[in-house]
């Protein structure tokens, strides 16, 4: 009998019954809520005279529609202070945790939960939010669910899911000087295009994987959906193991443990078979830059944008169109192009690491006078953690405006949008059409090649100024 992959120990664990020719009934170990999708459903809830099955499962928390200034004022906006107030209410009526604004721990549900220790191995994990993926990380099958499936799991604690098949995908060797996780993320995201991960559920492996951070694990897990793919996971290990130890809803002394002593089996089993499985090699991969309007079209970033030949004939209309909105041409040199905002934050990359990572490169520099350098902090802790270790200090020396946490112009649903017509490098998960705000243009990179460009103004290779960085 083969082996086990990591995804089948999880789910099969979780299976509490198989619909014949149908879906699995999945038990659900932590539920995720925000504002924007729970209001309907406990509406729904509420219309079917239902209470919530499990709420010390469920955790809380406003981050999609918030303003990211004068947190501690009323909401100017109407419908973010009706989906926060409504958000707060139905957490009091039904005793659920909420990290409400100006909470010591309120942030970007997706940044919160490892913060918080929610988060643990070997757990299957939803929200009302594509990203939720980024949990996979810690050796987790965490998904993004629709409002009527944030009902059924309030309801229930279960959820109806087909099982997605497997795919391996292994990045082996070093990393070369200046190439980050998100780096990672978009290259694999441009080989295999946004549709090549459809169906599947993806597991990352290989020395490059294992030697990155847990935050650099959260990127790449972060936008496995970008390709199409149900979730990412990453096998857990030491790191895993002491980033969760000793947080807030992590388990404690004897509990530890023995939770530790589960989580230690969780690996794919040597002789597991997988659907697909693909190999890359770390030495290959360099700064990357999306110059369409899908995070598959991304290309390195001292390449060019393919020519029309390069193209499939099925796909030139739409990459017609999207040349035409970036107002971009094919053929052309990324290196260079006029940028007039920077968004650094978002569930991909708004965590402490990556703040470290834009103040190392931008101390003692200043932004372009023309560039708008927006730096939104993942929660209240990366915020606090960032005045405390003096980098506040740093990226306003250089001319960033920070803001309060939240998602912010990742999607653009509150105040901070990227004007009609100007270009935006963000360090975001997304570049579709109007993503972050109507006409805006979004190329999609990582942490540090977004602090060379608000330096320069312009696209520019990141690796070329890190001789100047302090070690």
Known sequence: MAGKTLFDKIWDAHVIEKIENGPSVLYIDRHLIHEVTSPQAFTGLENRGLSVARPRQTIATPDHNVPTINQDKEIADELSRYQVDTLTRNCEKHDIDLYGLNSDYQGIVHVIGPQLGVTQPGMTIVCGDSHTSTHGAF??????????????????????????????????????????????????????????????????????????SMEGRMTICNMSIEMGARGGLIAPDEKTFEFVKGRKYSPKGADYEAELAKWKQLYSDEDAVFDREVTYNAADIEPMITFGTNPGMGVKITGNIPNLTDIEQSETKSFQKSMNYMGFNAGESMIGKQVDYVFIGSCTNGRIEDLREVAQFVKGKKKAQHVTAWIVPGSKQVERQANEEGITAILEDAGFKLRQPGCSACLAMNDDKIPKGKYAVSTSNRNFEGRQGPGARTMLASPLTAAAVAVEGKVVDPRTYLEEVPA
């Open 139 to 212: 050796g987790c099958v965490a998904f993004g669910i629709g409002t009527s499936e944030v009902e059924m799991v309030l309801a229930t604690q279960c959820i109806l899911q087909p099982k997605p098949k497997k795919m391996r995908i292994n990045i082996e060797g070093d990393l070369k000087k200046g190439v980050t996780a998100k780096d990672i993320i978009l290259y694999i995201i441009a080989q295999l295009t946004a549709g090549g991960g459809t169906g599947y559920f993806v597991e990352y492996a290989g020395s490059a994987i294992r030697n990155l």
